[in-house]
């Protein structure tokens, strides 16, 4: 049963602090896409990768985000330093060439106290 | 205003009842629609997916797509508690630019 993976599920750190976040596409998959989730703002996207350079970062906070792809099986989303507005559940999704196709991970839930 | 409108809910039925969930939108260049179901604290799950107007039925679901109207439905028939969750309309160009999410309506289907 293929699925996205995502590390660590929980996160509780202090502001100020570097945070990363992990995810693992399914295999096959060459677009990578990193939303987050909050109650006011509903899901943003964040940054997406297809076969693993960056198209699209315009929905990050260039000042403290990072997001790369290291090879084809990993994604990683940074942030550095982390502040309590951070808050919220960040997502990794997969998908083939076309975007209507996305299948997402169960989410990292980040608190930034 | 919002590119992509749903009513946030929540939207309480019994169970067995037809379920009606709908989104608006204002971008004339979409092209794709999806709905996705989020149950508490989990990823989106992508349900349905259709291009440009017309109907799908898969199961107990039905999407439908007005483009005239700019208007997207999705309707649950025979509904059961497992349906509670939220669930999410999402929709993209042709040119396969950003996907846009509406902000989610609750379903609350009671036993």
């Known amino acids: 049963d293929a699925r996205v993976t995502q590390t660590p599920r929980h996160k509780v750190t202090e502001m100020g602090q570097e945070v990363t976040m992990r995810c693992q596409p399914i295999l096959g998959h060459n677009t990578v896409f990193w939303y987050r989730q909050t109650m006011m703002q509903g899901l943003e996207l964040l940054a997406y990768f297809r076969n693993r350079a960056p198209l699209d970062d315009s929905g990050m906070p260039k000042d403290r985000f990072s997001a790369e792809m290291p090879d084809a099986t990993l994604a990683t989303l940074k942030i550095q330093p982390s502040e309590p507005r951070d808050s919220a559940v960040y997502f990794c999704?997969?998908?083939?060439?076309?975007?209507?196709?996305?299948?997402f991970g169960p989410g990292t839930r980040l608190l930034v106290l | 205003q919002k590119e992509v409108e749903q009513d946030p809910g929540p939207l309480s039925v019994p169970e067995g009842a037809i379920v009606s969930l709908n989104c608006t939108y204002s971008n004339s260049a979409f092209q794709y629609f999806m709905w996705y179901r989020q149950y508490s604290r989990k990823g989106p799950e992508l349900l349905m997916y259709?291009?440009?107007?017309g109907n799908k039925e898969d199961g107990r679901f039905t999407a439908q797509v007005d483009k005239s109207s700019k208007y997207i439905s999705l309707f649950i028939r025979d509904s059961q508690p497992s349906d509670s969750a939220t669930y999410l309309c999402?929709?993209?160009?042709?040119?396969?630019?950003?996907?846009?999410f509406g902000g989610g309506t609750r379903v609350l289907v009671k036993p």
């Open positions: 999704a997969s998908g083939l060439r076309q975007q209507e196709t996305q299948y």
């Open positions: 999402a929709m993209i160009g042709a040119a396969g630019n950003k996907l846009t």
């Open positions: 259709t291009y440009s107007s």
